[in-house]
């Protein structure tokens, strides 16, 4: 292959068009030229034999130029790869013949996961360094035991005042640091179709690297490696849903769309509930075309389709035909909500008939599905029926009116989430600026600049309460500053939160702590919290992951060497790497940019291996003792 390459640049340097003065190839010189037929290059390439033997076909007599396959060729890393591909290309899986299979034209790899599957260096705030570590193709016997259930270490509860170890786990709420596909991935074992909600707030997209736009995550993903990343965390995130509940997933503008597309695929488009605008800001006037964007979005799905597939069997309606809606059959729909009086205030109230003048109190212990502010909209709109509108009617009484066509245009709400309550979610997002507002939830209770664009409490709280009930299980996977737990914790929902980012003790940990004192701050004082409750945090026992977090905070060659050696002794590599390769070639390896050399390290480490898996916890090289033996197998019920 070397032969063949050379062949071609030989033939290239007889036409000064292709090269600077200095003798760098112009690639996309040679490749316009090739597109467009261009007579000389056709010319040199027929000259010579190996060229034309492999870029021309004989038809009839005729030599036919294959640009396409040119174009591929002169386009090819292999061909005049720079110094990093160079080395690498050394080092790897070889035939009989001595040949690396990465070279060769016979070998395809078919692999359903690429780019950025695992976090990728999601961390910029000490490096401030590019998206470099994990994009790397994974073939399927790659990652044969990379998504097995792993092992928890560090493990203790907190109460009020109290830090104790843990042996067992008898579903407490659960705070995890440690990857989140892995982490996701080893919850299937234990809590596969029981999730009641998902609320994740991920590393958003940006077409453009804005700053000031990003989290504490490294957001600088390229669309394929940020859609594969966000494609294998929501397919175990289906599995994990229970009959019946949904996952709510925050997203900006550049993503919401290409996001959009790829939840359809994987939760089905008929499992989709809405697209909820919430407003960010109040507007700004130096934006392009004067369009100020002051929303981001959520995107709503279910795993419950409609009636019909709840409860399996054809729910039968009755619908009324009235001269005031001509054409638009309309049934009645309950009118309450499922929450007392304690805790929607602003729905417990008398509705009063504004023909008759009739009264109609609440219930304390189930409140009106509207508010008193949006009752004149939604009875002006013809959502709301009394007693006494309509003659055949035999109701005591407000009941909602439900069009015949909102049924079959948007049964799946109806058996997740009413329309009311809805209706009153989006309209509290488009409107209620207390949402725009999470940053100083933070700063109250650790100072400034903890976290950026941390989401508000009460957002978090309107999700909850028209998505889940007390009791029920709420997981946030991307778990930031630990909004969602708070809310959870303070509803009396059970909850799980995972991150790997380090500062999930520092904030997330110490603000649920702060929740179990009483403190005051988002929603305490609309539900009157005061404290108490408990929650067990714990870690993913870690193996190559020690390496990787060495590797991505090394920033001399003296690291890189000490971080190779302990790697080698340790055994835990790539099966496509051989270190007598390595060693024979150190001296190109050593004149690599430190960010090469990082680069390699990574890709020499065997990825599943980057925490212990569960079927490893008795291997004596990992050191597990035997108080983090007891509680992993009493968490995945094998005790």
């Known amino acids: 292959m070397t032969k063949f390459y050379e062949a071609v640049l030989n033939v290239l340097k007889q036409d000064n068009r292709f090269f600077t003065e200095d003798g760098v190839l112009l690639r996309n010189a040679v490749y316009e030229a090739a597109m467009q037929m261009d007579t000389n290059l056709i010319r040199l390439l027929l000259s010579n034999e190996i060229t034309k033997g492999h870029f021309f076909k004989e038809v009839d007599g005729i030599a036919v130029f294959d640009k396409v396959g040119f174009g591929w060729v002169v386009n090819n890393r292999e061909f005049l790869p720079d110094s990093y591909t160079r080395f690498k290309n050394k080092i790897g899986l070889a035939d009989a013949n001595g040949d690396i299979i990465s070279s060769k034209g016979n070998v395809e790899l078919v692999f359903p996961y690429k780019d950025c599957i695992l976090e990728g260096g999601q961390t910029k705030e000490d490096q401030k360094r590019k998206e470099i570590f994990y994009n790397e193709t994974l073939a399927p016997d790659e990652i044969d035991r990379l998504l097995y259930p792993k092992v928890f270490t560090n493990i203790n509860k907190y109460a009020q005042g109290v830090c104790e170890p843990q042996t067992s786990y008898n579903g407490e709420n659960l705070i995890i640091k440690g990857n989140n596909l892995l982490t996701i991935s080893s919850l299937l074992k234990r809590y596969e179709g029981e999730i009641k909600c998902i609320y994740i707030d991920p590393p958003y997209y940006f077409r453009e690297a804005k700053a000031t736009d990003t989290f504490k995550y490294n957001s600088n993903f390229h669309l394929s490696s940020w859609l594969v990343f966000m494609k294998e965390r929501l397919l175990v995130a289906k599995r994990l849903l229970k009959k019946g509940g949904t996952i709510w997933i925050s997203i900006g503008e550049d993503g919401m769309h290409y996001l959009k597309v790829l939840a359809d695929d994987i939760f089905g488009a008929e499992h989709f509930v809405g697209t909820i605008p919430r407003r960010t800001r109040s507007g700004k006037s130096d934006v392009p075309f004067n369009f100020s964007q002051d929303f981001d979005w959520i995107l709503a799905y279910t795993n419950v389709a409609d009636d019909e597939k709840v409860v399996g069997r054809k729910v039968e309606r009755k619908y009324y035909e009235t001269p005031d809606y001509p054409g638009e059959p309309w049934r009645l729909a309950d009118l309450t909500s499922q929450q007392p009086a304690s805790k929607r205030p602003n729905s417990y109230f008398t509705m009063v008939d504004p023909k008759t003048g009739k009264e109609y109190p609440a219930s304390e212990k189930r409140t009106w599905a509207v508010t008193k502010d949006t009752f004149e909209y939604y009875y002006n709109t013809g959502a709301i029926v009394f007693p006494d509108d309509y003659e055949f009617l035999n109701i005591s009484k407000p009941y909602a009116r439900k069009f015949k066509s909102d049924d079959d245009n948007n049964g799946k709400l109806s058996s997740v989430i009413s329309d009311f309550a809805m209706q009153e979610f989006i309209k509290a997002l488009l409107f209620d600026c207390k949402n725009m507002d999470g940053n100083s939830q933070i700063d109250e209770m650790f100072g400034r600049d903890e976290f950026d664009y941390a989401k508000p409490e009460n957002l978090i709280k309107s999700i909850l309460e028209i998505a889940t009930d007390e009791g029920d299980l709420v ?165």
Request: contains cysteine; proline residues 1%.
């Open 475 to 639: 997981l946030d996977f991307f778990l930031g500053s630990g909004t969602t737990c708070a809310v959870a914790h303070k509803m009396s929902r059970n909850y799980i939160g995972i991150d790997q980012m380090d500062y999930i003790e520092q904030l997330a940990v110490e603000r649920l702590k702060k929740v179990i004192d009483g403190e005051e701050g988002g929603i305490s004082s609309d539900i009157g919290w005061q404290g108490g409750g408990s929650f067990v945090y714990c870690e993913l026992a870690k193996a190559n992951q020690n390496f990787v977090d060495e590797i991505q905070t090394a920033t001399t060659v003296e690291e890189i060497k000490d971080i190779y050696s302990r790697i080698i002794e340790t055994g835990f590599i790539s099966s496509k790497v051989n270190p007598k390769d390595i060693d024979a070639n150190a001296e190109d390896f050593y004149a690599l940019s430190l960010d090469d050399q990082k680069r390699f390290l990574m890709v020499l480490l065997d990825k599943n291996l980057l925490y212990v898996n569960y079927c490893d916890i008795d291997d004596e090289e990992y050191g597990i003792s035997d108080e983090d033996k007891a509680f992993t197998r009493s968490f995945y019920g094998e005790v």
